[in-house]
């Protein structure tokens, strides 16, 4: 193993002991062939987990850079991504450095290009579909010579965001047709302005990236208005990331993909077929089956609890009849035996009671399944865990939240609150986004909508303990550093107010000037803009008129930057209004101030 490696490896020791399961790890590490069978039982053969983790990375000091990628890569996908960020930097380079293939199936340079583009990773219990993969692939072949639309469609939950990140993770498909990259955004339901948003961050994680390669391009203002957007994205696509591959994750509306109708190459995972008819260019499609096969569901069910498929017992082809081979309700259930390897016939049992009916349908998935999964996952949670579970039922869907949000939410310390997280991720209750730093955490949207379910009585409730919790954090004034988390309050709390019913603060927050300057100034005016007419039945008319008539005259002035002074431009205001009369006050105050 080389130098920088080792020394990373001695250097990241106690934490590793402190935390790792040696036994999860040495699966993948046999597999990749760089662990024995002898080797794994001699470390089985310690009496303690840290014996046992000690042991292992006492082994793997005498290894060589294969090992220490293959234990790198097996920390990630056993969710233990904390750990594994610590050794990233020092992965060593494998020769010929960029062709070797990895036991995921990409290259180092496949899983920069990818992890560059934002695309997720496998999930942490993964096994390959590879006739779907296969098809997909061959569809983006077509898009090497000129641009167009790949659809995948399938009902949800039924692996296409898998498999949409998994085709690309290949190295002969990025070099000969996508030599430009792969850009992965999530999507999901929409409104304009969110769209806006979505847009906005993406051309400004294209334009810093490029700056990166070529400081001699500049960074641009966001663009104002969702027109606008789409032609900096056409002129990004076109002159800065020519022949590379979007992907669109989860797009429910044709309003949306037309944002995207720019003449580039675009895989785009849905559940609706016909979306890809708005747009123009050459378009195909493959189709998700809603389960996977029964082997692959017995595989996913198997690696969970450490065993073969043969071995596995009878319930387990029952439990996967049962939910129809869903994977997303298979790795839940699997995630459950992790735990408990003995409840088999308990779990089946559970899936075939169905007495957990949901009231609304879906036409496009069949519910039951998933509920008695998650019900029961929810089940096997510690009362306190349970309680902190339910209070996400009031994130929106598709949006992604850093452990910071949920640290003000339960009031607990950001360490507690990893730990929290770590537990419903390796529950397959929450995903992890490991892109980002520091991470996101998300929930799939069946399992809040199991959740909104579940919850109906208490949603105001909940969202008031948001709005409280937020209240009692930043009582000082609202958090200003434009971080994550900053960010979500600035989008959602209104939305949590609203929620509430908490028409007092919504009415005192929105009709604040000091609200108006942080956000435009933070997020930018659309957003804003978007709040007043969102809420505009519960805001009262005639102040709420003043604070929309202020934004639509200088919308464009609160996207410059330096960004101006909010007072100075609300002093323009006629005299009667309430912009007017707060920019009075502050400037008096000033003046006082000196
Ligand atoms: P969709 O995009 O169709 O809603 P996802 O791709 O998000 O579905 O998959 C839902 C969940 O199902 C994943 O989070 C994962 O737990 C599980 N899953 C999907 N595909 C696979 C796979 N190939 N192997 C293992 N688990 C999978």
Not at 99 to 117: H, M, N
Not at 194 to 218: A, H, M, N, T
Not at 567 to 582: G, K, N, T
Request: hydrophobic share 35%; glycine share 4%; net charge negative.
């Amino acid at each position: 193993m080389e130098e920088g490696a080792r020394s990373c490896l001695l250097q990241s020791r106690s934490s590793l002991e402190q935390d790792i399961r040696a036994s999860y790890l040495m699966d993948h590490m046999i597999s990749d062939g760089v662990l024995t069978g002898d080797e794994e039982d001699r470390i089985r053969s310690k009496p303690t987990r840290k014996e046992q983790a000690a042991a292992l990375l006492e082994l793997l000091l005498r290894k060589d850079n294969q090992a220490y990628i293959s234990f790198y890569n097996a920390l990630v996908r056993e969710s233990y991504g904390d750990l594994a960020s610590l050794l990233h930097n020092s992965l060593p380079l494998v020769s010929p450095e960029a062709e070797k293939s990895f036991s995921d199936g990409g290259t180092r340079y496949v899983q920069a290009v990818l992890s560059e583009g934002g695309v997720p990773q496998r999930p942490v219990v993964f096994v390959s579909r590879p006739a779907l993969v296969n098809r997909v692939r061959e569809k983006l072949y077509r898009l090497q010579k000129e641009p167009g639309w790949v659809t995948v469609f399938g009902m949800a939950g039924s692996g296409k965001s898998v498999l949409a990140a998994e085709a690309v993770r290949d190295h002969a498909l990025i070099t000969e047709c996508f030599p430009g990259g792969v850009h992965w955004l999530s999507v999901g339901q929409l409104d304009r302005s969110d769209l806006l948003v979505r847009i906005q961050s993406l051309c400004f994680r294209l334009e810093q990236q490029s700056q990166e390669k070529d400081p001699s391009s500049s960074l641009h203002r966001p663009p104002g208005s969702l027109e606008e957007a789409k032609e900096r994205l056409r002129f990004l696509m076109l002159r800065r990331y020519p022949r590379s591959l979007l992907i669109l994750d989860d797009i429910w509306d044709s309003s949306v993909l037309k944002a995207f109708d720019i003449q580039c190459r675009v895989l785009l995972t849905t559940r609706d077929r016909s979306l890809a008819d708005c747009v123009s260019g050459s378009k195909s499609e493959v189709a998700v089956e809603s389960g996977l096969e029964e082997d692959q569901a017995l595989e996913i069910l198997a690696l969970y609890v450490n065993g073969k498929p043969q071995r596995l017992p009878e319930q387990a082809r029952s439990i996967v009849r049962e939910c129809k081979g869903s994977p997303l309700v298979v790795s839940l259930i699997g995630a459950l035996l992790r735990e408990f390897p003995d409840r088999w016939a308990y779990y089946l049992h559970t899936l075939q009671q169905k007495k957990f009916k949901r009231i609304r349908k879906s036409s496009s998935y069949d519910y039951d399944a998933l509920d008695q999964a998650m019900a029961a996952s929810i089940q096997v949670l510690s009362e306190e865990h349970r309680e902190l579970y339910i209070d996400l039922t009031v994130l929106e869907k598709d949006v992604k939240v850093p452990a910071k949000v949920l640290s003000v939410l339960w009031d607990l310390e950001p360490e507690e609150v990893e730990d929290v997280l770590q537990d419903f991720v390796n529950k397959s209750l929450l995903f992890r986004d490991c892109h980002h730093r520091p991470y996101l955490y998300y929930l799939h949207d069946l399992q809040l909508d199991f959740l909104a379910e579940m919850n109906r009585s208490g949603l105001e409730s909940l969202h008031t303990k948001v709005v409280c919790q937020y209240q009692q954090r930043y009582s000082q004034g609202p958090p200003t550093s434009g971080d994550e988390e900053c960010l979500y309050w600035f989008r959602f709390l209104t939305y949590h107010m609203a929620k509430a019913n908490l028409t007092q603060e919504l009415c005192s927050l929105m009709f604040s000037l000091d609200w108006v300057r942080t956000k435009a100034q933070i997020m930018g005016p659309a957003h804003l803009i978007n709040d007043y007419v969102e809420y505009g039945t519960i805001l009262d008319k005639e102040v709420r008129g003043h604070f929309q008539e202020f934004l639509s005259l200088n919308g464009h002035q609160l996207e410059q930057r330096p960004f101006p002074d909010v007072v100075q431009l609300a002093l323009s205001q006629p005299d009667s209004s309430e912009v007017y009369r707060q920019a009075l006050l502050q400037a008096q105050e000033r003046a006082t101030r000196g």
